[in-house]
């Protein structure tokens, strides 16, 4: 089935921009969405269909795709966006949904 | 508002059985594919089932597959995930979510989640 990388981990100082990775080799066939989850909440749609921003969402997150990666950019980062950040795509090839394994938002 | 409730979680031994229900409100149930997704302690999120908006179509994580099943009831506004043979690593907590856009097929985002209902699955 499919598989979506993520590094497990990501640091930034409060107004810089972080960006998180999302790597499949369908990637660029399929639309990728991504997921804030903070601990003892429930998770957070923050951009999907690769792009998309929620109403609600800061404009500060963004999100973007080339090749095979997909990116979740967030900009002039701050102490509340400290959370686990999730893409998720859906796999046709198996017809199931997958999860990447999460990147943790640290900042410093 | 948009609510989603989760219950039916508990302990129970392997190879035992739970059924868990979603009960939602605040948007039109039956035109919204829906979703379980889960988190086992300490883990990531995993993507578990999906069912359309007329329950028609389903799809499974191969990790459930041939043992849950997902229903819906959509004048009762209820979703409902069937669990047999459940393992030790079906310890989880379990979130039903809804999808974005009334209509979208399963590649379709999860925008509201309930709080969950914790399955532990242990001798």
């Known amino acids: 089935s499919h598989v979506l990388t993520q590094p497990p981990s990501v640091s930034e100082a409060p107004g810089e921009t972080a960006r998180v990775t999302c790597g499949g080799n369908?990637?660029?066939?399929?639309?990728v969405h991504w997921y804030q989850k903070k601990p003892g909440q429930a998770p957070v749609l923050v951009i999907y269909?690769?792009?998309d921003r929620p109403s609600g969402i800061s404009d500060r997150f963004s999100g973007s795709k080339s090749g095979n990666t997909a990116t979740l950019t967030i900009s002039r980062v701050e102490a509340g966006d400290e959370a686990d950040y999730y893409c998720?795509?859906?796999?046709?090839?198996?017809?199931?949904?997958?999860f990447g394994g999460g990147t943790k938002l640290t900042v410093l | 508002e948009v609510q989603l409730l989760e219950s039916g979680g508990g302990l129970v031994q392997p190879g035992g059985s739970l059924r868990l229900s979603c009960v939602v409100s605040?948007?039109?149930?039956?035109?919204?594919?829906m979703g379980w997704v889960r988190q086992a302690p300490g883990k990531g999120l995993e993507w578990v089932s999906f069912?359309?908006?007329?329950?028609?179509?389903?799809y499974y994580a191969d990790s459930v597959k041939g043992r849950f099943t997902s229903t819906r009831d959509n004048p009762k506004n209820t979703l409902y995930l069937q669990m047999n043979s459940l393992r030790v690593e079906d310890t989880a907590l379990y979130y039903c979510?809804?999808?974005?856009?009334?209509?979208?097929?399963?590649?379709?985002?999860?925008?509201?989640w309930g709080q969950g209902t914790l399955v532990t699955v242990s001798s």
């Open positions: 069912i359309s908006g007329s329950g028609a179509a389903t």
């Open positions: 369908n990637i660029g066939t399929e639309s």
């Open positions: 979510a809804k999808t974005k856009i009334p209509g979208s097929g399963a590649g379709g985002a999860f925008d509201m």
């Open positions: 998720q795509v859906w796999d046709s090839s198996s017809d199931q949904g997958v």
């Open positions: 605040g948007f039109t149930f039956r035109t919204n594919a």
């Open positions: 269909y690769d792009s």
